[in-house]
């Protein structure tokens, strides 16, 4: 919703213009009621909710008219307080700024329209309204296979996670109790599990988050390049953590093979370079 709203928030002029052009082109609201606004909402694919209140008392005095349905809980409801959202300024039509809806508990904004008296409200689903314009791209089947792709291995990363966490615990617990003493490889081991298990839980959540919870549907490099520089720099101490374990080892038992763990840290330090100049080249991109 979040992508919906910033994309509304740059098109709203032309968003406006399109909906107070349109509602005026319709001539009499009035004159639609008679078939409970069927033709109104099959000019506006985006429109929810169509209801009317007093001009003077702002009391509702028609039901709340749906696309398939209509609801007469809430005549007689006091809508004075829709008038410190919307300026009527010189004309007859004004729209409020997005809000939640009560009636449908989705994101709107509202035309309001003033007639014979009466001052009409019609409320228009953002997400539906961005789509209709062109503004935005979903295709919901596309969408539901996709959700369902990445819900799934979302929750076997978390699992996998949670194995590695675990092991990490098995692997100390019997080292301390079933081998003689701790040492370095002992204690190193379980913190390098521990390390990629989070990393594998980061990521899981991130794509949990961006692609199930709240569904991206657009690019935003600022979060990929994010998400990429955050999984690496875990990826990169977990490296740190095997080329110091390594180190260690070589010393202990024999330094001709000093070399490798030389080439080692040499991988790790290319590494590290690397990602420095991609956070530098894509914050100057950025």
Not at 23 to 28: Q, Y
Not at 128 to 141: I, K, S, T
Not at 163 to 171: D, K, L, M, N, R
Not at 264 to 277: E, F, P, R
């Amino acid at each position: 919703m979040q992508e919906f709203m910033t994309t509304y928030k740059e098109n709203v002029l032309d968003i406006e213009n399109f909906l107070i052009e349109t509602v005026f082109n319709l001539g009499n609201v009035e004159y639609r009621e008679s078939d409970d606004y069927k033709k109104v909402f099959k000019v506006f694919p985006s429109l929810e909710l169509i209801y009317t209140c007093d001009e003077e008392s702002m009391l509702q005095t028609s039901p709340n008219i749906y696309r398939n349905k209509s609801s007469d809980t809430p005549i007689g409801r006091n809508r004075e307080y829709l008038l410190n959202k919307i300026d009527f300024d010189d004309s007859d039509i004004a729209i409020t700024k997005p809000y939640i809806s009560s009636a449908t508990s989705e994101t709107c904004i509202t035309v309001a329209k003033k007639e014979n008296g009466k001052i009409y409200f019609l409320d228009f689903n953002i997400s539906v309204l961005l789509q209709r314009l062109g503004l935005v791209e979903v295709h919901n089947g596309f969408n539901f296979v996709s959700k369902s792709f990445y819900f799934l291995t979302a929750n076997i990363m978390m699992i996998l996670a949670l194995f590695t966490i675990g092991y990490s615990v098995y692997e100390f617990i019997h080292s301390l109790l079933f081998k003689d003493g701790l040492s370095i490889e002992a204690i190193f081991k379980p913190v390098i599990a521990l390390t990629l298990g989070l990393a594998i839980f980061d990521l899981a959540k991130t794509v949990f988050a961006q692609e199930v919870v709240f569904k991206s549907y657009s690019k935003n490099s600022h979060e990929e390049y994010k998400v990429l520089t955050k999984f690496s720099i875990t990826i990169l101490i977990a490296l740190l953590i095997e080329s110091l374990m390594v180190v260690f080892k070589i010393a202990i038992d024999d330094y001709s093979q000093m070399i490798h763990a030389f080439y080692l840290i040499g991988g790790v330090s290319i590494l590290m370079i690397a990602l420095g100049l991609f956070i530098y080249f894509t914050k100057k991109k950025v």
